[in-house]
């Protein structure tokens, strides 16, 4: 695991990303924080950010804490409807596969997709739906 939760979470969709299953096309993965604009024509993109992290004392008490991390990731592309749906598919298809041991490194022990929301709009023709990603760590030592 990185420092930085969103390059584990970059390299978790990239990495798993089949490309068969959305037309031959691989979304630009993107923290919203390293760019001012992008150009939603262009591409298709999966864009992430961090929403919240939530420390909570352990009921045992002691050195340890239990955190919950909230990531959203924002799947969008202006192909089609169609499009946009096996994209979510494909994300939703990696987060699942990821709900234990999350990066598979001890960092995060299990995941799990909170909500999920379409938020396309026709008329500009954005298709696009949000995925809000929760990752809970039981033990964290202070």
């Known amino acids: 695991m990185s420092d930085d939760i969103l390059v584990d979470v970059d390299s978790l969709v ?4 089949v490309p068969a299953n959305t037309s031959s096309r ?3 993965v993107i923290n919203i924080g ?3 604009r992008i150009n939603q024509c262009a591409t298709d993109f999966v864009l992430i950010w961090e929403l919240d992290y939530n420390p909570e004392d352990n009921a045992a008490g002691g050195a340890q804490k239990r955190t919950k991390t909230t990531i959203m990731l ?14 979510r598919l494909e994300l939703r298809r990696i987060l699942n ?9 001890g960092a995060y022990d299990i995941s799990d997709i909170i909500e999920e929301r379409d938020k396309s709009d026709k008329m500009v023709k954005l298709f696009q739906f949000t ?11 202070i």
């Open 14 to 17: 990239t990495t798993n990303w």
């Open 26 to 28: 691989t979304p630009t």
């Open 34 to 36: 390293e760019v001012k």
């Open 74 to 87: 924002d799947v969008r592309t202006g192909v089609s409807r169609a499009h946009a749906v096996d994209m």
């Open 97 to 105: 596969a990821a709900q234990v041991d999350v990066f598979s490194d």
């Open 131 to 141: 995925f809000k990603w929760q990752l809970e760590q039981f033990t964290l030592a």
